[in-house]
Nanobody, 118 residues
Framework: QVQLVESGGGSVQAGNSLRLSCVFY????????MGWFRQVPGKERELVAQ???????YEADSVKGRFTQSRDHAKNTVYLQMNSLRPEDTAIYYC????????????WGQGTQVTVSS
């Protein structure tokens, strides 16, 4: 069973940076695509970024050029570096995983709050 443990959220002022981490447990890390989602109350969860085992990445237009991802296979960890944060980035951020043979993310971290003040 896959378990994801996130860390790194917090409160910052606009323009500052945060780095989120997500440690992957339980299965073969290299066989999973990792994603980052965020959700604000009253809105659907949205995909922010995802990274394949070969480190091919996707970022949503709203974060492109500001957020970058990486994954460390030695540590079974993915990172989301968030720069130039804006108040509209305020949300709960979730790490997620899906096996390379599936289309939907089926494993989720506990979520971490990111709050950006103006």
């Amino acid at each position: 069973q896959v378990q994801l443990v996130e860390s790194g959220g917090g409160s910052v002022q606009a323009g500052n940076s945060l780095r989120l981490s997500c440690v992957f447990y339980g299965q073969t890390f290299a066989l999973y695509v990792m994603g980052w989602f965020r959700q604000v109350p009253g809105k659907e969860r949205e995909l922010v970024a995802q990274i394949t085992s070969g480190s091919s990445t996707y970022e949503a237009d709203s974060v492109k050029g500001r957020f970058t991802q990486s994954r460390d296979h030695a540590k079974n960890t993915v990172y989301l570096q968030m720069n130039s944060l804006r108040p509209e980035d305020t949300a709960i951020y979730y790490c997620a995983a899906k096996h390379i043979t599936t289309s939907e993310f089926g494993y989720w971290g506990q979520g971490t709050q990111v709050t950006v003040s103006s």
